[in-house]
């Protein structure tokens, strides 16, 4: 039967000392009563002794939070340990988490104290937590980089002293994760007692590592593994929930393990986190990433459209998301457009839709995505399209602040070309003079508008120019991500719609012919 491992996620705790993580009162308890949602075992809240913001937060979580184990980080001194349970006392089930560090490195330089005085240290303060309060997870900072005999000898005495959990973190991320599966096989193997209490694992990123060394750590026996939301924590951050929960489910075929999350929370969870902190999550991020669901890659399209299963090894769903995404751009082939275009409402002829997929691709090398209105707009423009009376050959404008701005505007008509300059308060309305030269009529220029169809520096801006003809208006639109260009084209656009409706008319072409 596969083996239930438990989630203590620290997003509170360690996530916040990420620079920039910052959380207030009302922000942390948010965060908690959605990792109650997503059934975090337990929810280290906080370090109370750290300032009265951290301990006010810990103790409301504390009041709050129903159904997840409510912990406190605490040094091995008294007053962090009584900080802590002031805390979390009012949890229904609380927890107070002290720790010290272990390593030769950290006692020596940073604490200041011998072995022996750091196994004096911990095993009177676990036995001072434990006159507070049942569940007191201890853990040896920078365990990886400790003397495992000097481990076995310690875990042993804070475990007589009432520890519940052993944590044995890779606090500096420097492990690997066959060795990190030695090492807690070693003091799993060694330590005489270890069968009371639950051995959890804390890994730091630093090497990329740390969802890697927790799985192996899960391998040799941990039952407990610490981790933050989108990773984040000091310094390259925590081992992800996210991915680690992911892996205990997408792979529970290999590693036979089974967890209490709710993985259709996790993306809600990711998002929150990241508008309360305002730290956003890199697009290539494993699950919760904006590309972990998206395929913009022609042939990866044309398999996931036929089975998903070809390049998805979990569905978007589970992780709460509703559809994955078909990005087109530049690498995208013809099955992924002509399923988008079928999902616009658009039919289009063979000939329409080669049309269309060669002005894809030609956009596609100008932009870097291509949005739903982008392809609306090739679509229109290139197979609902006016006939190119006028079509545009060639401009040149010449802009500069001490100058008039002078537009030359080439255009073939009936296969020749017309050339025209005009001056011009700016470039647009220069263009549009030229182009009035060019047809030779006072054409009645009623509306111009320009917009950014889509998003980011190479959106598309779509003009729309509005002319007025023996009555009667005619809209041109034109489109290209220089705004000029879109709007030279708009206003030919309108010229040809004119002559349009003059060649329906069966009048005679009054406009400029050469
Ligand atoms: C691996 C980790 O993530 S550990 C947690 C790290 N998180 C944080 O530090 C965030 C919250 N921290 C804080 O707000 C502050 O550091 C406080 C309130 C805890 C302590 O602040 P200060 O009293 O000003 O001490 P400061 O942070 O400068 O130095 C740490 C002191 O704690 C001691 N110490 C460090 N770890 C432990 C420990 N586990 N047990 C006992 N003492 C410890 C250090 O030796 C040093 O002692 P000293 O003041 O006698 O030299
Ligand atoms: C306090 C401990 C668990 C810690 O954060 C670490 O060792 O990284
Ligand atoms: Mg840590």
Redesign the pocket.
């Known amino acids: 039967m596969a083996r239930l491992i438990k989630i203590f996620d620290t997003t509170l705790r ?1 996530g916040e ?1 990420s620079p920039g993580c910052s959380m207030n009162l009302q922000e942390k308890v948010q965060m908690a009563k959605q990792l109650e949602t997503l059934k975090s075992d337990v929810i280290e809240a906080g ?1 109370a ?3 009265p913001g951290d301990f006010e937060s810990v103790s409301e979580i504390a009041k709050i939070i129903k159904d997840c184990i409510i912990a406190s ?1 605490a ?3 008294p007053k962090d340990i009584d900080a802590a349970w002031e805390a979390v006392k009012y949890a229904k089930r609380p927890r107070i988490h002290t ?3 272990t390593s030769d490195l950290h006692m020596k330089y ?3 104290m011998s072995p022996e005085e750091v196994l004096e ?1 911990a095993v009177s303060m676990v036995k001072y937590a434990k006159k507070y309060c049942e569940d007191i997870e201890f853990s040896a ?1 920078d365990a990886t980089r400790s003397d495992p005999k000097f481990l076995v000898k310690l875990f042993e005495a804070v475990i007589d002293a009432g520890a519940t959990v052993i944590n044995i973190p890779d ?1 500096v991320g420097y492990i690997i994760p066959d060795e990190y599966y030695k090492f807690i096989k070693e003091i799993k193997e060694n330590v005489r007692n270890i069968h009371k209490v639950d051995i959890s694992v804390h890994c730091h990123n630093d090497l990329g590592l740390a969802v890697a060394n927790s799985l192996a750590a899960a391998k040799a026996g941990a039952s407990q593994l610490e981790c933050t939301i989108n990773g984040i924590g ?1 310094r390259a951050g925590n081992a992800a929930l996210e991915e680690i929960v992911m892996s205990l489910y997408t792979r529970k075929d290999y590693l036979d393990f089974e967890c209490n999350i709710d993985t259709s929370k996790i993306i809600r969870t990711s998002n929150l986190l990241t508008s309360i902190t305002g730290v956003p999550v890199q697009p290539n991020k494993a699950i919760i990433g904006a590309n972990a669901f998206a395929h913009e890659s022609g042939i990866h399209q044309h398999g996931v459209l036929n089975n998903r299963s070809t390049y998805e090894i979990m569905t978007p769903q589970s992780i709460g998301l509703n559809e994955n995404k078909m990005v087109l751009g530049k690498h995208s082939g013809r099955h992924a457009f002509e399923k988008r275009l079928k999902s616009l409402g658009f039919h289009l002829t063979p000939e329409e839709f080669n049309q269309s997929f060669a002005k894809f691709k030609q956009l596609a090398d100008k932009k870097k995505v291509i949005y739903d209105e982008d392809i609306e707009a090739i679509v229109s423009k290139h197979c609902f399209n006016t006939p190119e009376f006028y079509k545009l050959k060639n401009y040149v404008i010449n802009i500069g602040n001490t100058i008039s701005t002078t537009a030359s505007i080439c255009v073939t008509f009936n296969e020749k070309d017309i050339e025209e300059v005009a001056l011009g308060d700016g470039p647009v309305q220069a263009s549009f003079k030229a182009i009035e030269k060019i047809v030779g009529k006072d054409l009645n220029l009623e509306d111009y508008r320009i917009r950014a169809i889509t998003k980011g520096k190479d959106a598309q801006g779509e003009a729309v120019v509005k002319l007025s003809y023996q009555g009667k208006t005619y809209t041109g639109k034109g489109l290209s991500t220089d705004v000029i260009e879109s709007s030279i084209t708009a206003y030919i656009n309108a010229v040809n719609k004119i002559m349009l409706a003059l060649s329906y008319d069966n009048k005679e072409n009054t406009m400029n012919i050469p």
């Open positions: 360690d000392q370090f002794i750290s300032s980080l040094r091995t001194i720790f010290i560090a940073k604490l200041k240290r900072e606090t000091e």
